[in-house]
């Protein structure tokens, strides 16, 4: 065995021992290694360099993504020392596109959770956000912005998938045109180099294309795949799986409805607003929001996936009344205590729950869910049900206190509330301070 593949095989084991935690919880990317930087474009401005064309995030929904950007100027003080100050320059969101109505955008605002030096020196930062649990399933434009560096924006950069899913991989075909590779039941094509860039895509023709050439080291199921500069022996990293293309649906706009006249499967994702009915036919494989629970500034809808086989048309009927939610908290929570909150979900429908800052949860048919609040304080929670029927609101609130040695619980005031004993004293509490006074050659200690 060479030197240099030798010293590959240290650094696979080496990756893949650290961080065990992690790797449960963020998207595909195993690894970036430094010689990847050299395919960066040079300038300061600000560049994405995961994900990026040619090399998108594959993430489930409400799991953690960690996104790598050159901002155009090392963040002074370093954010590992002023880590909310950096906060406050990061912004991300997710931008998708879909068939139905102009009345609802496809928009989900990300909250940068941590950012940190990905290299001991240079300009390259690595952030982390988290994809809402309600995300529905697709490609979708990621739009990052930072302090003094501006705003960059990757055409179809993240996959979506639903909670579960297994990722489906093929060959990117030639002479295919983007309007059916778009709708074919296939999350990231693989090519062995990326096309050159003819022009910007409009948002309706990009792809999550994955190149061979990309320098990074990608895992699924237990498996790392490496491309490009990331590890080029091919003896420790087997080549990334690229079946062949699934049979091509064929969509034909008709009187009727939309029919697929080719010979597979055609995946749809219909965006609609909040009132529209949605009762289609086939029944789709899920409804999800199109936006944040708490979205001011854009307009709120519904995203419905639904998988058209070859010789179907979609086809759309009445739906019914969509019922309210209802949240009813189990008593007071704590940072250290969590609160059970019982959740009404209407039939056929899912509901989104959102509380302070990052807290979300997205729920189909478990009737409740625990919260542990970050702060005390009183704690509003806001529900959204998604489904056939028109979406409706809710808001709850739960009371958060601080628990003290003893069971003694005190709220956001300080005041006790519950577990505590307290005894009034009347007049001047007076505390004993300890004086010397001197007695000749002695030292005696007095009350005053």
Same mark, same amino acid.
């Given at each position: 065995m060479?030197?240099?593949?030798?010293?590959?095989?240290?650094l696979?084991l080496v990756?893949?021992?650290?961080?065990p935690?992690?790797?449960a919880?963020?998207?595909w990317?195993?690894?970036?290694?430094p010689?990847?930087?050299?395919?960066?474009?040079?300038?300061?401005?600000?560049?994405?360099?995961?994900?990026?064309?040619?090399?998108p995030?594959?993430?489930?929904?409400?799991?953690?993504?960690?996104?790598?950007?050159?901002?155009a100027?090392?963040?002074?003080?370093?954010?590992?020392i002023?880590q909310?100050?950096?906060?406050?320059?990061?912004h991300a969101?997710l931008?998708?596109?879909?068939a139905?109505?102009e009345?609802a955008?496809?928009?989900?605002?990300?909250?940068?959770?941590?950012?940190?030096?990905?290299?001991?020196?240079?300009?390259?930062?690595?952030?982390?956000?988290?994809?809402?649990p309600w995300?529905?399933?697709?490609?979708y434009?990621?739009?990052?912005?930072?302090?003094?560096?501006?705003?960059t924006?990757?055409?179809? #950069?993240?996959?979506? &998938?639903?909670? =579960? @899913?297994?990722p489906?991989?093929?060959a990117? !075909?030639a %002479?295919?045109? $983007?309007e059916?590779?778009?709708?074919a039941?296939?999350?990231?094509w693989?090519?062995?180099?990326?096309?050159?860039r003819?022009?910007?895509?409009?948002?309706?023709?990009?792809?999550?294309i994955v190149a061979r050439?990309?320098?990074?080291?990608?895992?699924?199921?237990g498996?790392?795949y490496?491309?490009?500069?990331?590890?080029?022996?091919?003896q420790?990293?087997?080549?990334l799986?690229a079946?062949p293309?699934?049979?091509?649906?064929?969509?034909?706009?008709?009187?009727?409805?939309?029919?697929?006249a080719?010979e597979?499967?055609?995946?749809?994702r219909?965006?609609?607003?909040?009132?529209?009915?949605l009762?289609?036919?086939?029944?789709?494989?899920?409804?999800?929001?199109?936006?944040?629970?708490?979205?001011?500034?854009?307009?709120?809808?519904r995203? #419905?996936?639904?998988r &058209?086989p070859? =010789? @179907?048309?979609?086809?759309?009927?009445d739906? !019914?009344? %969509?019922?309210? $939610?209802?949240?009813?908290?189990?008593?007071?929570?704590s940072?250290?205590?969590?609160?059970?909150i019982?959740?009404?979900?209407?039939?056929g429908?899912?509901?989104?729950?959102?509380w302070?800052?990052?807290?979300?949860?997205?729920?189909?048919?478990?009737?409740?869910?625990?919260?542990?609040p970050a702060?005390l304080?009183?704690v509003?929670?806001?529900a959204?049900?998604?489904?056939?029927g028109p979406?409706?609101?809710t808001?709850?609130?739960?009371?958060?206190?601080g628990v003290?040695?003893?069971?003694c619980a005190?709220?956001?005031?300080g005041?006790?509330?519950?577990?505590?004993?307290?005894?009034?004293?009347?007049?001047r509490?007076?505390?004993?301070?300890?004086?010397r006074r001197?007695?000749g050659?002695?030292?005696v200690?007095a009350?005053?």
């Open positions: 060479s030197r240099g593949g030798l010293r590959s095989g240290t696979v990756l893949w021992a650290l961080a935690a992690e790797r919880q963020a998207d990317l195993a690894a970036l290694p010689c990847a930087d050299a395919t960066l474009p040079e300038g300061p401005s600000l560049v994405l360099a995961y994900p990026a064309r040619g090399l995030a594959l993430v489930e929904a409400g799991r953690a993504l960690r996104v790598y950007v050159r901002v100027a090392p963040l002074t003080p370093a954010p590992g002023q909310a100050r950096a906060l406050r320059g990061f969101r931008e998708g596109t879909g139905g109505d009345a955008d496809l928009v989900y605002r990300l909250r940068v959770r941590d950012v940190r030096n990905a290299r001991p020196r240079g300009r390259l930062m690595r952030a982390t956000v988290r994809i809402p995300t529905a399933p697709g490609s434009d990621l739009v990052v912005g930072a302090m003094r560096s501006g705003t924006r990757v055409r179809a #950069a993240v996959r979506v &998938l639903a909670r =579960g @899913a297994t489906r991989l093929a990117l !075909p %002479g295919v045109p $983007p059916i590779l778009r709708v039941p296939v999350d990231v693989v090519a062995e180099r990326l096309p050159p003819q022009r910007r895509p409009r948002a309706d023709e990009a792809l999550p050439d990309a320098g990074a080291l990608l895992r699924l199921g498996t790392l490496g491309l490009g500069c990331a590890f080029a022996d091919a420790h990293s087997p080549p799986p079946p293309p699934p049979p091509w649906p064929r969509l034909s706009p008709g009187p009727d409805g939309l029919h697929n080719g597979g499967d055609a995946e749809l219909l965006v609609l607003g909040e009132r529209v009915p009762m289609l036919e086939p029944r789709p494989e899920g409804i999800w929001p199109s936006t944040n629970v708490r979205a001011p500034g854009l307009r709120p809808g995203v #419905a996936r639904v &058209l070859p =010789g @179907a048309r979609l086809a759309r009927g739906a !019914p009344e %969509g019922g309210s $939610p209802w949240l009813r908290p189990g008593g007071v929570a940072p250290h205590r969590p609160v059970r019982e959740v009404e979900i209407p039939r429908h899912g509901v989104a729950v959102a302070e800052e990052d807290g979300m949860a997205w729920l189909t048919d478990r009737p409740y869910l625990d919260i542990r702060r304080g009183l509003e929670l806001h959204l049900a998604v489904g056939p979406s409706r609101r808001t709850a609130s739960v009371e958060s206190v003290r040695p003893g069971g005190a709220g956001s005031t005041a006790p509330l519950a577990g505590c004993l307290v005894v009034p004293f009347l007049g509490a007076r505390r004993p301070r300890y004086t001197r007695r050659k002695e030292s200690a009350v005053r």
